[in-house]
């Protein structure tokens, strides 16, 4: 039995598992499916968010050319299946990917999709058009990309630069939404037109988002709910309330802590919760320019200050797991293995000497016991942000800091991130499905979610030979060399991966919760309700 089905077993979870995906029943049409959700993203637009609170309730008002499989647990290339595209092929040295396109697909305000909308789509995202993405988190996930050709109204090529096998793994995510030519960015912010099985209704911050079957969809028979109304509840205790009592049908995706799993099924014996592990981890980003922060040295003795495990231990009980910069085993498929992950900076299971190598950098940089070094710690107003950031201000204490708490809440909060207006953050970043769009645009030089600003060639020349490698071994062995380069280096030291679980009444069908990403699964268009 593998480590994850050991988890789900233990907490008498494996066959609601694996009960949520493999339905025998006859599905049922009708009903509005209500999920709360923590948080109020900036805007509708999945191309501008790097928030799941915005791709997820989006997901389902779009299409994507190609699609992860929505039943299959684990995101990975032999996982993508059609959506607008039904067909694609590479040329002889994998630099041409063309797609034969769906014909017959309406957008929702009734105009025809054509090759020109994916040409205008990417044109957006390389920065190409006229019109201007307000935020363009996923710039550099396409620095390979030159340009995106239609031939016709039902064909459409994509033109790379260099060979890039995993290539497709980009355009079938839930932030690779397709969009109209005609309708400007500025209207996809406040007001959505998609081609998807939903159609989006309205948008109230701190309230709700909802969004209405789409009578039209290409899909014949798809969706079978009415719509979906997200709740935002930005109380934890509140939220939990309103699923018990039935007031919302599931919780956000991975958002329950272990300890608050318990509770739910203490309160709502028939709920059904299930444990997974998170591609997301809780890190540490240092501003670079702001000195002292300047110096490595003090970045180094801030990464060996961290224990791992009482993360882990604390927040979930001890359900998480210890990672590098990409997901470890059960649910990640390309993080270091756990003899080399050891051996890594910072990851010697003896906190104390590694404390004391910290203390002894801090004592030669001038600090110590009645020199403290004052620091604002800086992270998101959500729990799974502010419960970390609390047990890592004390740690940090016993390495000669004085750290404060600041909390800012999400609209302001990745703004603040993005011009630096920070000295230390405890933040969150996803890490896969594959290595590719996370290690270049977290860690290459001037990539587009490069928050701390580091930039090291010989990593860049790294990112881009695994990028090129078509040997999956070989690319494995060259994403391990980063890992440790980057832990040499001190980049955005990783704490923990936090294992999530989900709650949903029984009657909810259909949906599917990945183990390899928190993006991806949220079309719903399979999801029923059972009363």
């Not at 993005?418 to 290690?439: A, C, E, H, Y």
Request: aromatic fraction near 10%.
């Amino acid at each position: 039995m593998t480590p994850l089905l050991r988890v789900l077993a233990s907490g008498g979870l494996l066959a609601a598992s694996m009960g949520l995906v493999n339905e025998t029943e006859a599905q049922k049409t009708g009903g509005v499916w209500k999920i709360y959700s923590p948080d109020s993203p900036a805007s509708m637009s999945p191309l501008e968010e790097a928030t799941v609170y915005a791709v997820g309730p989006m997901m389902g008002v779009f299409n994507n050319l190609v699609l992860f499989d929505q039943h299959v647990k684990q995101n990975s290339l032999d996982s993508i299946i059609p959506d607008l595209a039904m067909s694609w092929t590479w040329n002889e040295d994998r630099t041409k990917l063309t797609f034969a396109l769906r014909q017959g697909v309406k957008w929702h305000d009734g105009k025809p999709f054509t090759a020109n909308d994916v040409e205008c789509t990417w044109n957006l995202l390389i920065e190409k058009s006229d019109e201007k993405l307000r935020v363009n988190p996923r710039f550099s996930n396409y620095k390979n990309l030159d340009r995106v050709s239609p031939n016709g109204d039902w064909e459409v090529t994509f033109h790379l630069k260099r060979p890039q096998p995993a290539f497709l793994m980009l355009l079938a995510g839930g932030s690779s939404a397709i969009y109209p030519c005609h309708v400007p960015p500025e209207t996809m912010r406040k007001h959505p037109i998609g081609t998807g099985p939903f159609k989006f209704v309205e948008y109230k911050p701190n309230q709700h988002i909802k969004v209405t079957r789409n009578p039209d969809y290409w899909k014949p028979g798809r969706p079978y709910l009415d719509g979906i109304e997200y709740r935002i509840i930005r109380n934890v205790g509140t939220a939990l309330l309103a699923f018990t009592t039935r007031d919302v049908d599931m919780t956000f995706p991975t958002q329950v802590t272990v300890p608050l799993m318990k509770d739910v099924k203490n309160q709502s014996p028939s709920a059904i919760c299930e444990l997974t592990p998170s591609t997301v981890n809780r890190h540490v980003i240092v501003n670079r320019n702001v000195a002292p922060f300047d110096n490595q040295d003090l970045r180094r003795a801030i990464a060996l200050a961290i224990d791992r495990q009482a993360f882990i231990d604390i927040l979930g009980e001890g359900q998480g797991d210890i990672g590098a910069v990409l997901q470890p085993a059960p649910g990640g498929l390309w993080g270091i293995p756990p003899d080399q992950m050891k051996e890594l900076p910072g990851y010697d299971s003896d906190v104390q000497k590694n404390r004391r190598q910290a203390r002894t950098i801090m004592e030669k940089l001038g600090y110590g016991p009645t020199k403290r070094l004052k620091v604002k710690l800086t992270t998101r107003d959500l729990s799974q942000y502010r419960d970390p950031a609390i047990i890592l201000l004390d740690q940090l204490k016993q390495i000669y800091f004085d750290a404060e708490l600041e909390t800012v809440e999400t609209g302001a909060y990745f703004p603040k991130i993005r011009r630096k207006d920070f000295v230390i953050s405890l933040n969150l970043q996803t890490s896969g499905p594959d290595p590719d769009p996370t290690l270049d645009a977290f860690y290459g030089c001037g990539s587009s979610l490069n928050w701390d600003g580091y930039c090291n060639p010989e990593i860049d020349k790294l990112i881009e030979l695994q990028s090129i490698e078509a040997d999956e071994a070989r690319r494995r062995q060259i994403v391990w060399k980063i890992e440790r380069k980057l832990a040499e280096d001190a980049v955005r030291p990783i704490i923990f991966y936090a294992y999530g679980a989900t709650c949903w009444h029984p009657y909810v069908k259909g949906a599917t919760l990945l183990l390899n990403s928190i993006f991806n699964a949220y079309r719903y268009e399979d999801v029923w309700l059972d009363k």
